[in-house]
T-cell receptor
Framework: KNQVEQSPQSLIILEGKNCTLQ??????????LRWYKQDTGRGPVSLTI?????NTKSNGRYTATLDADTKQSSLHITASQLSDSASYIC????????????FGTGTRLTVIP | NAGVTQTPKFQVLKTGQSMTLQCAQD?????MSWYRQDPGMGLRLIHY???????DQGEVPNGYNVSRSTTEDFPLRLLSAAPSQTSVYFC???????????FGEGSRLTVL
């Protein structure tokens, strides 16, 4: 069964600290993996998209890693800011099939001063 | 620089009423889709379209209709609203089937 699981479900960190969010998937055949940021009351916004051959991709203070062998990805946030408070959603794309996007339930990150 | 525009942002309906959620994009994207987002669940695909005149069902299509008469517009119709359709609905578009998704700001629907 094609699934995407994210951990932790929620996380609270102090401003300025780093954190890492996890995403494990069983989607096959794999096409790409995306991380989205969703602010409260807003639509998801793309942070990174990685294909099979990419194992690291950065977008400012956000760095995503992908291990296609173990089917794991992580999103590392460096020097967190209050504006990083949001839900982070992992999405895995399957190469074939009509409904080919599989969404995780997200990690809710709260950054406190 | 509008991107994907959804209206209305909030709506309250009574059971049995019908309504249409509007979605428009100005990026000339062929692929458009509708999702619903419920607490504790990932986004679930309702319907999608790969181009004008072509639509197909997603994971949870029951109770919803769509049409795609133009590249820009992809409205979602609730035929007879039910409390189970209380949710936040997102429209998204992308250049291709596996391309980056651009989401609208969402429409929060409550069915009483």
């Amino acid at each position: 069964k094609n699934q995407v699981e994210q951990s932790p479900q929620s996380l609270i960190i102090l401003e300025g600290k780093n954190c890492t969010l996890q995403c494990n998937y069983t989607v096959s055949p794999f096409s790409n993996l995306r991380w989205y940021k969703q602010d409260t009351g807003r639509g998801p916004v793309s942070l990174t998209i990685m294909t099979f051959s990419e194992n690291t991709k950065s977008n400012g203070r956000y760095t995503a890693t992908l291990d296609a062998d173990t089917k794991q990805s992580s999103l590392h946030i460096t020097a967190s800011q209050l504006s990083d408070s949001a839900s982070y959603i992992c999405v895995v794309t399957r190469e074939t099939g009509a409904n080919n996007l599989f969404f995780g339930t997200g990690t809710r990150l709260t950054v406190i001063p | 620089n509008a991107g994907v525009t959804q209206t209305p942002k909030f709506q309250v309906l009574k059971t049995g009423q019908s309504m249409t959620l509007q979605c428009a994009q100005d990026m000339n994207h062929e692929y458009m889709s509708w999702y619903r987002q419920d607490p504790g669940m990932g986004l679930r695909l309702i319907h999608y379209s790969v181009g004008a005149g072509i639509t197909d069902q997603g994971e949870v299509p029951n109770g919803y209709n769509v049409s795609r008469s133009t590249t820009e517009d992809f409205p979602l119709r609730l035929l007879s609203a039910a409390p189970s359709q209380t949710s936040v609905y997102f429209c998204a578009s992308s250049l291709s089937r596996n391309g980056e998704l651009f989401f609208g700001e969402g429409s929060r629907l409550t069915v009483l």
